[in-house]
């Protein structure tokens, strides 16, 4: 072999090692850095569980973590709030899949649509427990679900809507989404309530994918294809605030009644502004807060409820004024 070919051996060598350990480690970077299993890290803690929602940066979500935090920092477990950062099922179920690969303690998550959801939770949950949140995906092998009676919050919505139309009312639903489990029951059991109602017709049913801006889009759609639309109702956090802001903007005011759903301060604000007329109050916080409990239960092997329905009710502009009376009455 001429010297110049074993120089050649050597820097192909040289060349193939460095790229191999550049490729492990940033595989390695990749693959873990939502997941931090330093030893040192996990060992001040008790448990480590991830909270898995559809959106990151969505202000319920927030609400959600937020009571998730202060039962993680009670109880000494190493909370992660992971997920896609705008609504998107892929990377959702990654999440998920990553998060059993990080050999977790536990996963709290929206069990979305029993097609997609189901088969990776029954997966999930040989090997790790999973709570759902939020959104149950009932006919899985989760261990257990803490969050809103879709249906029953729905059903609420409904008798709000004819209590305050007098029961006449054409209406358009917005929904967060029309293959998700929690929004397909608040629409149906919307649609049992006003079934009954002979004044009430459901004119159009469109999805915002959870998004603000497209709520606003297909309300707009909506006014302009059905001038005889006079109701709306909003089944996701975000979906009465882009109603509300074509109310707002482009119709006479009360033209349209609105309902929507959650207490974010954008929609208390509109509420106080008399733009939407009532929201179905979920309890973020508790949902959070719960499910670590739960989660902590389970990991000691005690047993919990299998389904704990959070509380729901409806809040009009009176209940917003009481809340913030109460609040400052709290604070002296
Ligand atoms: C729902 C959540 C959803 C959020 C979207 C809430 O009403 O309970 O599942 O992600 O709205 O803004």
Redesign the pocket.
């Known amino acids: 072999m001429s010297r110049l070919s074993i120089m050649a051996y050597i820097f192909g060598g040289l060349f193939f090692l460095i790229s191999l350990s550049f490729s492990i480690f940033y595989g390695y970077k990749v693959t873990t850095h939502d997941f931090p299993l330093e030893t040192e890290t996990l060992e001040k803690y008790n448990y480590h569980f991830v909270l898995i929602?559809?959106?990151l940066d969505?202000d319920?979500?927030r609400l959600v973590e937020k009571g998730a935090r202060a039962a993680a920092k009670e109880y000494d477990v190493l909370l992660e709030y992971a997920g896609p950062k705008q609504a998107n099922i892929e990377e959702h179920l990654k999440t998920i899949e990553m998060s059993t690969a990080a050999k977790v303690d536990g996963i709290i998550t929206?069990g979305l649509s029993d097609e997609q959801f189901t088969p990776l939770i029954n997966r999930v949950v040989e090997r790790i427990p999973v709570i759902t949140i939020?959104?149950d995906a009932a006919n899985s092998n989760r261990m257990a679900y803490i969050g809103?009676d879709n249906y029953y919050s729905g059903y609420l919505a409904g008798k709000a809507l004819i209590a305050d139309t007098n029961g006449i009312a054409n209406v358009a639903i917005i929904t967060?989404s029309f293959y998700a489990n929690?929004q397909q029951l608040r629409v149906k059991g919307f649609q049992d309530a006003v079934k009954l109602e002979k004044g009430i017709k459901i004119v159009a049913v469109e999805e915002s994918d959870?998004s603000r801006v497209r709520a606003a889009e297909k309300a707009y759609q909506i006014v302009k294809e059905h001038p005889e639309v006079n109701a709306f109702y909003g089944t996701?956090?975000?979906d009465g605030i882009g109603i509300a802001q074509v109310s707002d903007k482009y119709l006479k005011p009360n033209q349209v009644y609105i309902i929507g759903?959650?207490a974010l301060p954008e929609t208390l604000e509109y509420i106080r502004q008399g733009v939407i007329d009532a929201s179905v109050v979920?309890e973020p916080f508790e949902m959070g807060y719960g499910a670590v409990k739960m989660m902590i239960d389970l990991n000691e092997g005690k047993s919990v409820m299998p389904i704990v329905h959070t509380n729901t009710r409806i809040m009009r502009a009176g209940d917003v004024l009481k809340n913030q009376l109460d609040y400052a009455e709290e604070q002296h």
Request: aromatic share 16%; proline share 5%; net charge negative.
């Open positions: 929602p559809e959106e969505n319920y979500w929206q939020d959104t809103t967060g929690h959870i996701s956090a975000l759903f959650d979920q």
